[in-house]
């Protein structure tokens, strides 16, 4: 080969190596997100607190619940005046619930002060401020290099939306063969999710073009007039997918790639999710995630069945971005049910959202622990009340303790680009302790979750193409030492520890890692058993909340006409269900007690006691 080409040659290549090592520099990745409710933020101008019906109002003093279905008198101003707050708590971006003007009057007594009730899509809500206000939020918001992201309610309009009754607008609404109206009834038929009514309410036919113009007119608008940075679209899996993915494009041609759009689909099931993985939005909501940390960090579930779940999410969404989350304000609060060690578990939840991939989203009050309350599972009832209470104005000593804590998790993930950026591998799992390791460019994080009640030590080996020379605390309470083969650990309860280390890992190592069937002392070991006379069942199994709701792997046995399972548990109460042949869903026949589940049937309930 000619000199000069073989110099090219190396200098291309060299080139190319380049583009590739150089690492994602995806700035996006690094935020981490805030999520607030406007009306019950912060009271910036308390001259708006009416709007324009006096009755819309109704201040909250602790007392008097049914004042938590009016508006509290949270606004834009008061955002704009927590900007500083906001940024020192390590927050950049920042969702806020919808501003578009929403109905003038209540609905079956409630006031639309959650934003979701549009009745103008050009106007911001009159107890919300001005376009003035909302316009210095964006700007006050860029000059600190924050993000503010728009809540985009495109499924519904308020009930009694200028529509209804224009005779022109007929078919900007879904109805039936009658052309009437029609409630979800069934939550497993697609057509009835998109086309029947959420709520209760006018549902927009968004397949008409009419209406998908319409839709995009209104974005345009509001993306040309304020400069935000992105979208948080409502309700997607009530809207058709054809609809979204034209959506997106259009949106992306508008306002660029860096816009950022971002799906609720909020299914618990990534089977469920599979549809949107790739429809042209940049982050979904992690809602199976939502469901998975809640089981195991707030109920005491296996990190095996955690981290499965993990495994088969990504093999199914390999697509899919993720928004991750501890709870919102569609759910009850992370710390409900939990009375001891609520705090302590929820910095251990959160822990693992500002160490794992993904972009953490943060619920307003999650980081002073603003108490939630017990949501009845089947009927949903008092989550907007008691989930959605107003921010306090001032902290308490204890939550100004819990901020700085808080902090503390915002600076490990802002400061160490291998915990937003980096690849994820799995070192360790076993019954309470999660540890895994961020990788990217020179920088290894070690983290270990220790979901127990007690100070757990283990030892982990260390596995061949992984070195380990020096490591450096940069969390928690733990300590490491490492030997030739081996970590050795002590891990506090219901802590995280994190350490950066010098060392090495080759790229050849699995994500996953086999599971170790370690208890720690916190555990206590159920048997369930399943009577089988005439002996039709080879297959015993158990699934529910404290395993994801996915077969977990128990150790069974037959003892004469008796199938046993064995269950290790955590005090505590669990729903469960017994599964035959591996297919047959059943309650458990000897149940204590049981309750309803969503979908119709009927879920058992055991009860774990402290020793
Ligand atoms: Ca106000
Ligand atoms: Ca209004
Ligand atoms: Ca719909």
Known sequence: MHKIVKILLTVMVSFLLLIQCTPTSDPVKADIMYFLLIDRFVDGDPKNNWGTNPRSYQPYDGSNPEALKAYQGGDLLGVTNSLDSLKTLGISMIWISPFIDNSNTDYVGWWPYHGYHPIDFYKVDEHFGTLEDLKNLVDEAHLRDMKIIFDMPFNQTAA???????????????ADEQGKPFAITDWQNQDQIERGELHGLPDLAQENVDVSNY???VSKYWIEET???????DAVKHAPISFWKNYTKQIRELAGKDFLLFGEVFWGEAWRIEPYDNIGFDYLFDIPGYYAIRNTFNKGAGLGDFSRFYEINSAKLPNTSFATLIDNHDVARFNVDLEDKAWEKQLLALGWLMTAPGLPVIYSGTEIGMKGYSV??????????????????????????RRKEFIKLTNLRSNHGALSHGEFRELYKDWSIYAYIRTQGEENILTCLNNASTQEFISIPIPQGMAVSQTHKIYGEGVIRHEEAELLLRLPPNAMS???????????????VGFTDRLSSDYQVKELYYIDRDESVNQLQVAGDFSNWTAGDYSTSRIGDSLLIEVPLKPGRY???LILNGDTWIADPHAAE????????TNSIMVVSSP
């Open 594 to 601: 049981s309750t309803t589940d969503p979908y119709g049937g």
């Open 376 to 401: 009845d599972e089947v009927s949903s009832e008092s989550q907007d009340y008691l989930n959605r209470l107003p921010y306090p104005q001032s902290f308490s000593n204890e939550q100004i303790l």
């Open 498 to 512: 994190v350490w950066a280390f010098e060392g090495e890992i080759s790229s050849d190592l699995p994500t996953w």
């Open 160 to 174: 009694d939306h200028p529509w209804i009754d224009d005779e022109s607008k007929k078919n900007w609404f879904h």
């Open 215 to 217: 839709l995009f007119e």
């Open 227 to 233: 400069g935000c940075d992105g979208f948080r679209l």
């Open 575 to 577: 729903h469960y269900k």
